[in-house]
């Protein structure tokens, strides 16, 4: 979508957007339209339920001139108008112009008493969250009817001083393409993104400047990888560590490490899941996917920190060679598990990458995302994902920088009590307990056990966030690439200097 910031023209055309506060306050554009247009503006809002509340709009028809269709966008009371306001802004104005099949939208952004954003960096947000919501996965697509298709191919905002504008857009752009990028990983299908394939299109991060290693099942046995081996010895696409590296922040620096579960596929191995609904499955690698949008973000902003992303990427099959429930399998760390449940498979991948990530780079800090339990979900829904943290500094940063950009986090407890409920009477621990209770805080005291002391770490499990049969408004159906900015954002906010 083209995105194009000029300065406010002598008269307005065709598909307009103006701004109304709250309790109908018409803004300067709004106003000059109403008075030209003899009222109607007032009155349409008068016969509405549309009160200029943020977040709201309307569309108003036939105002007169050369206006063909006159949007409003509500931006609430005073001091309520943030970045991520503006951004939900341009997403409603995209999602109405494609269901009115409109090619062209022009929105003005007049001041906004109170904001703390000026107009330039609002105009810039609106425009993000436009192309944010514009993004459509359709290239399997062959049949489908115009009015099915994305319409919307231009935004023109108008804004006093444009050049700020574009400036403030500009430092955006990365953040559309490494969005767009994990969504698309996200998207495809298994037959198409398996863990080779997945490595493949990590590597175009080399363009970047990233730093882009990829360890085959050889490699991985040599490192003592068992544990994660175990869960794709059942497929016939060959396993792989994914390791990419951003070194761009102070030598002196330690690299701050992010792990992503990579099961392309999960049918669940020997402990077969149900059929129905198991196509979802192809989206259980939502976390790589997340890590390595950020990895993609971190780099076209040229982020001056040091990150390393490393992502687990497995099948989880069943055929006669996989890994059987009772099997019991020895970790990188040298702890040994006892596989009770081969569909608890995510915590065996990541345990490995976690270990590797601690060895080989020595971080400051640990991130993990991973499409983990179902249980978060009965937890959380799908409004926020669930955090795991052995430090508090570090989980109320996560969360600070999620609530910026709307992913937002939850955090549960860890404890003692829950870390027995995993002890195994033959191996160091088994991978599930013999109830549900508290399956989502088992999962993650798993993992801790495998977190070396000194590291700060946090766990997040998006199960409920990787994926949306809704929507919101910056994001339409399907992958939604949560993670993505609030790794960048929190990395941004506490480890660039």
């Known amino acids: 979508m083209?995105?194009?910031?000029?300065?406010?023209?002598?008269?307005?055309?065709?598909?307009?957007?103006?701004?109304?506060?709250?309790?109908?306050?018409?803004?300067?554009?709004?106003q000059s339209i109403n008075t030209d247009a003899g009222g109607t503006v007032a009155r349409a809002i008068d016969a509405s339920r549309f009160t200029g509340a943020k977040g709201q709009s309307l569309t108003v028809l036939g105002t007169a001139g050369t206006i063909a269709r006159l949007t409003l966008l509500g931006v609430g009371?005073?001091?309520?108008?943030?970045?991520?306001?503006?951004?939900?802004?341009?997403?409603?104005?995209?999602?109405e112009a494609n269901a009115a099949g409109q090619k062209a939208v022009t929105v003005a952004v007049d001041p906004v008493k109170g904001s703390k954003l000026t107009p330039g960096q609002i105009a810039a947000r609106i425009a993000l969250g436009a192309q944010l919501r514009n993004y459509r996965f359709e290239k399997y697509k062959t049949k489908d009817k115009p009015?099915?298709?994305?319409?919307?191919?231009?935004?023109?905002?108008?804004?006093?001083?444009?050049?700020?504008?574009?400036?403030?857009?500009?430092?955006?752009?990365?953040?559309?393409?490494?969005?767009?990028?994990?969504?698309?990983?996200?998207?495809?299908?298994?037959?198409v993104l398996y863990p080779a394939e997945f490595a493949r299109r990590a590597?175009?991060?080399?363009?970047?400047?990233?730093?882009?290693?990829?360890?085959?099942?050889?490699?991985?046995?040599?490192?003592?990888?068992?544990?994660?081996?175990?869960?794709?010895?059942?497929?016939?696409?060959?396993?792989?560590?994914?390791v990419m590296r951003w070194m761009n922040g102070p030598k002196s620096q330690k690299p701050v490490a992010l792990i992503g579960k990579g099961v392309c596929f999960d049918t669940g191995g020997i402990?077969?899941?149900?059929?129905?609904?198991?196509?979802?499955?192809?989206?259980?690698?939502?976390?790589?996917?997340?890590?390595?949008?950020?990895?993609?973000?971190?780099?076209?902003?040229?982020?001056?920190?040091?990150?390393?992303?490393?992502?687990?990427l497995v099948e989880n099959m069943p055929d006669g060679n996989a890994q059987r429930p009772g099997d019991v399998v020895k970790s990188m760390s040298g702890q040994t598990v006892e596989v009770i449940n081969t569909d608890a498979e995510g915590r065996l991948i990541l345990c490995d990458a976690m270990w590797y990530a601690q060895e080989k780079f020595k971080p400051q800090a640990m991130v993990e995302l991973s499409t983990l339990t179902g249980a978060i979900i009965v937890a959380l829904g799908h409004e926020r994902a669930g955090l795991f943290s052995n430090n508090t500094q570090l989980s109320n940063k996560l969360r600070a920088a999620g609530a910026g950009i709307g992913e937002k986090l939850w955090r549960l407890p860890l404890g003692s009590k829950y870390d027995k409920m995993i002890d195994s009477e033959i191996a160091?621990?088994?991978?599930?307990?013999?109830?549900?209770?508290?399956?989502?805080?088992?999962?993650?005291?798993?993992?801790?056990?495998?977190v070396q002391e000194g590291v700060a770490w946090a766990h997040l499990d998006i199960a409920g966030m990787a994926w949306s049969s809704k929507g919101d408004s910056t994001t339409p159906k399907g992958a939604t690439a949560y993670g993505v900015r609030l790794l960048d954002t929190w990395i941004a906010d506490n480890y660039e200097k």
């Open 147 to 191: 009015e099915q298709k994305n319409s919307l191919e231009q935004i023109t905002v108008f804004v006093a001083g444009p050049a700020e504008a574009r400036r403030a857009h500009g430092q955006l752009e990365p953040t559309v393409d490494a969005v767009f990028f994990a969504r698309d990983l996200v998207s495809e299908p298994a037959n």
């Open 77 to 95: 009371k005073n001091r309520e108008l943030d970045a991520r306001g503006a951004e939900a802004l341009g997403g409603i104005l995209a999602a």
């Open 2 to 30: 083209k995105v194009e910031f000029l300065a406010f023209p002598k008269a307005f055309s065709g598909n307009v957007a103006a701004f109304v506060a709250a309790d109908k306050q018409l803004l300067a554009t709004a």
């Open 428 to 450: 160091d621990m088994r991978n599930v307990t013999n109830s549900r209770d508290a399956s989502s805080i088992t999962a993650a005291q798993f993992l801790q056990r495998f």
């Open 203 to 242: 590597r175009e991060l080399t363009k970047l400047g990233v730093k882009v290693e990829i360890l085959g099942e050889a490699e991985m046995k040599k490192l003592g990888m068992n544990v994660l081996l175990g869960v794709g010895q059942g497929s016939e696409r060959e396993s792989q560590l994914l």
């Open 271 to 312: 402990s077969l899941k149900p059929a129905g609904g198991m196509e979802d499955m192809k989206w259980d690698m939502g976390g790589a996917g997340a890590v390595t949008g950020a990895m993609r973000l971190l780099a076209g902003r040229k982020a001056r920190a040091n990150v390393v992303g490393v992502c687990a």
